[in-house]
């Protein structure tokens, strides 16, 4: 039972255009959620993230949009560029404090490829 | 500063077989996890520790155990292994300092492991 989703294994954008990044959940419960991108090799490197009260958060090139109605949230990259090419992974989580009920789950990824 | 460093990158096992996968920080860092990901899946947290000294499960720990004796070092074994532990091991790290887990985890290059 997958509670984060993100449902295209990948996705090719033309140079300077806009990358949209989907994800979906199904637990009501979680209220904050994080995008984290991987290189080949690498581990995964944390970019960007977003509380349940707000719908949209900003940083630089990229934009995290969260509708909690739809239990839906994607990430916008404008204008996309080839170092973007990497496996993004969301995240969501319901319980906060760092104790024994940790939960912090993660979608599959989607690979972004940047074309030339 | 090297960050996260996994040792080894990569390892062949045979059934049976057991390992000790080391995890290093030099960030000063209270917590410290493990995670696998396996292909068309999201990570899963298999242990985690916050502080040394420490250890809690995870979402996945059986047939895995942990170990935190020193703060910047945090050890996975497998004692005995079987092919359904192939997969990428990931040590991570966060401060610890607002106790939550919105703290961003910095990620180690990962260990891949096969298990025959």
């Known amino acids: 039972d997958q509670q984060v989703k993100q449902n295209s294994p990948s996705l090719s954008v033309q140079e300077g255009r806009i990358s949209i990044l989907n994800c979906d959940y199904t637990n009501s419960m979680f209220d904050y959620f994080l995008w984290y991108k991987k290189y080949p090799a690498e581990g995964p490197t944390f970019l960007i993230s977003?509380?349940?009260i707000k719908d949209k958060n900003e940083d630089g090139r990229f934009t995290v949009f969260l509708n909690k109605s739809a239990k839906h949230l994607s990430l916008h990259i404008v204008p996309s560029q080839p170092g973007d090419s990497a496996v993004y992974f969301c995240?969501?989580?319901?319980?906060?404090?760092?104790?024994?009920?940790?939960?912090?789950?993660w979608g599959a990824g989607t690979k972004l490829i940047i074309k030339p | 500063n090297a960050g996260v460093t996994q040792t080894p990158k990569f390892r062949v096992l045979k059934t049976g077989q057991s390992m000790t996968l080391l995890c290093a920080q030099d960030?000063?860092?209270?917590?410290m996890y493990w995670y696998r990901q396996d292909p068309g899946m999201g990570l899963r947290l298999i242990h985690y520790?916050?502080?040394?000294?420490?250890?809690a499960k995870g979402e996945v720990p059986d047939g895995y155990n942990v170990s935190r004796l020193k703060k910047q070092n945090f050890l996975l074994g497998l004692e005995s292994a079987a092919p359904s532990q192939t997969s990428v091991y990931f040590c991570?790290?966060?401060?610890?300092?607002?106790?939550?887990?919105?703290?961003?985890?910095?990620f180690g290059p990962g260990t891949r492991l096969l298990v025959l």
């Open positions: 520790s916050v502080g040394e000294g420490t250890t």
């Open positions: 995240a969501a989580t319901r319980h906060l404090l760092m104790d024994s009920n940790y939960q912090l789950i």
């Open positions: 977003i509380s349940s």
């Open positions: 960030m000063n860092h209270e917590y």
């Open positions: 991570a790290s966060s401060s610890g300092l607002q106790r939550t887990i919105k703290e961003t985890q910095y």
